[in-house]
């Protein structure tokens, strides 16, 4: 039996999305099972047609790329204030893929992978949940099936860079949550095993900031996906970074759960908290609310696993291994 980790992406490629697909495309000890995608930062057949572009890119023709709706469960597609570039994949401009998109839809890919292989697949989600919360309304027996998820999702005030860089089209939400709240509620009550990466980590600059060595280190890898992944950096530092009040982003955020999966040890503080999501008015659609009260707190609302600190120095390392450094 393979002893490798499988896993399925489901994500919205989406410049950080697609440095992900490279590294579990590139990770010595993953298996991707398939790439299921969704309306996030582009609408869901753009993200599939990304998805594609970046297996051409990678010569991957043998992974299967499910498309998702073309919105979210029950609202409009909302417009995204960050930027992935006019393609979505930092104006690379592909061609268009010869690849073709699977039969199957994203909640079939996902359910037939964990009927497949019980208590070991990993969900690795970068966008916004529709995919899962679909698959487990349509079969919840999968759901304690799933060996685990980890989600760039949320924005839960452990830190100043919650809210100060919320991504959300409002002041409190984290983009994820806000394009797809009640997809991510399902998801986040639904008691599975769920890591979330808020934007407390994945937005902080200690944590997921490319150092210049790191840079280096890349630039001396010397295959596609380094180069692509310099080149996503370079985007990024010049398109989204946030240099006011010395807040310096140049990190694909996305790769903060790609990276916690791949090791662990990153993460140095998780803890479980409770919390919900809120699925109201435009000013807090989509906020992560944890109760963090010492009395009368509700104890009813659902547990998750929160990342509330990890080690930069093995994000790095992790990262450029990911990448095919040694
Ligand atoms: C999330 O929003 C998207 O722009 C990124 O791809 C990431 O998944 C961060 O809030
Ligand atoms: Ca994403």
């Known amino acids: 039996m393979s002893e490798k980790r499988k896993m399925i992406i489901d994500c919205d490629p989406g410049t950080d999305d697609s440095v992900c697909i490279l590294m579990a495309l590139t990770h010595p000890d993953v298996e991707l099972l398939g790439i299921t995608t969704e309306s996030g930062n582009l609408t869901a057949d753009k993200t599939a047609a990304n998805a594609l572009r970046i297996l051409e890119y990678m ?7 499910a498309q998702g709706m073309m919105h979210p469960m029950l609202r409009e597609y909302p417009k995204d204030p960050y930027s992935h570039g006019e393609d979505g994949l930092g104006n690379h401009f592909f061609p268009e893929p010869k690849l073709k998109i699977s039969e199957k839809s994203p909640a079939q890919m996902i359910v037939d992978a964990v009927l497949e292989n019980p ?10 949940l529709t995919n899962v919360a679909v698959a487990f309304m349509s079969r919840p027996e999968i759901i304690p ?5 980890y989600h760039i999702g949320g924005a839960y005030g452990i830190t100043e860079y919650a809210f100060r860089n919320a991504t959300g089209d409002n002041p409190m939400s984290e983009w ?7 997809a991510a509620r399902i998801v ?12 407390d980590i994945a937005f902080n600059p200690e944590a997921v900031n490319i150092s210049e060595e790191t840079l280096e280190k890349l630039r001396g890898i010397g295959n596609r996906q380094a180069k692509y992944a310099l080149e996503i950096i370079d985007y990024i530092d010049g398109n989204n970074s946030i240099e006011e009040e010395g807040i310096f982003i140049n990190g694909p955020i996305d790769t903060t759960a790609m990276c916690c999966f791949l090791n662990p040890e990153i993460m140095t503080d998780v803890r479980e908290i409770h919390v919900a999501i809120d699925c109201g008015g435009p000013l807090t659609r989509g906020m992560t609310i ?6 009368f707190r509700w104890e009813h609302l659902p547990k998750i696993r929160t990342v509330f600190a990890v080690d930069g120095e093995k994000y790095q390392e992790t990262f450029y291994q990911a990448l095919g450094g040694t």
């Open 59 to 65: 010569d991957r023709g043998d992974i299967p790329v």
């Open 119 to 128: 208590g070991e697949v990993t969900l690795v989600c970068t966008s916004c």
């Open 145 to 149: 099936l799933i060996k685990e998820i």
């Open 176 to 182: 994820n949550i806000f394009v797809d709240p009640e």
């Open 188 to 199: 986040y009550e639904s008691d599975v095993k769920l890591t979330s990466i808020g934007l």
């Open 290 to 295: 944890w109760d963090r009260r010492d009395h």
